[in-house]
């Protein structure tokens, strides 16, 4: 058995790169990267020399393929760290495949703290911080982001989520269709000499990455509601996203009124005036 370290690398800033980090990187046996080419400039700049490879699907066609590679050496009894590109390896990246695999084989796992933007970008917000949740990234299309988000429609806690510079303004659009125009803050360019964070409602956000371009990742991160949803009730939201969905597959009121009640927690009536009002909406744009 061997050990596999979690390492935790700059966002942005590298002299957010801890002296352990470091050390750990220069002394293990293989560097298992997120993209070995981004790695590299990371290792030139301190002098690390450590042979590297990678756990992502751009260099291999299956999982077992990408991991094999890796559990192999520990299987041998060399020492492995694991990096992203940037941040803490496993949020939004593959990397919690080979920590979980590397579990199941009996290895060690040790984490080495560092940066991430996840919390960086939510304890500048001055938004709640005792409580969060993290999405990762919405969905790339409009209808499935829409329904992503009234999933936490109703959710008291604070969300954090990454979006890519060009799907921003639609992301934003659509949040604000489903969670309303709550508080909002978005972080770019984290912990670099250009960091921008922006702290508005997200209908402000929407007119505000209209007249600024928007280059890098943003994170951003949403208010809550404040308050706990009936237990085994959807939120409103949820069930407007579910109806309208219905209604442009062209099923009826009725079948709309007894699929939806059954899974949402809410009553027929309820949810039968919401899709005679969906199935009149779905008209008008004819």
Known sequence: MSTLYVVGTPIGNLEDMTDRARRVLAEVDLIAAEDTRVTRQLLTRFDIHTEMTTYT??????????LG????????GRTVALVSDAGMPGLSDPGFELVDAAITAGHEIVVIPGPSAITAALVVS???????????????????????????????????????????????????????DRRVAAGRELTKRYEEIWRGTVSEAIEHFRSTPVRGEV???????????????????????A???????????????????????????????????????ERAEQ
Not at 221 to 226: D, F, L
Not at 253 to 259: E, L, N, P, V
């Open 69 to 76: 590679e890796v559990l192999g050496a520990l299987e041998r």
């Open 219 to 241: 994170t951003l991160v949403v208010a809550g509601t404040g308050r706990r949803r009936a237990e085994g009730r959807w939120p409103e939201a949820q069930v407007r996203v």
């Open 126 to 180: 001055g938004l709640p911080t005792e409580r969060f949740l993290f999405l990762g990234f919405l969905p790339r299309k409009s209808g499935e982001r829409r329904a992503a988000l009234a999933e936490v429609a109703d959710e008291p806690a604070t969300l954090v989520l990454f979006e890519s510079p060009h799907r921003v303004i639609d992301a934003l659009e659509d949040m604000l269709a489903v969670l309303g």
């Open 243 to 281: 109806v309208e969905l219905l209604a442009h597959e062209r099923v009826g009121t009725s079948g709309i009124a007894r699929a939806v009640s059954r899974l949402s927690g809410w009553t027929r009536a309820e949810i039968y005036e919401l899709a005679v009002e969906a199935a009149g909406e």
């Open 57 to 66: 699907d751009a260099y291999y066609r299956k999982k077992a393929e990408r």
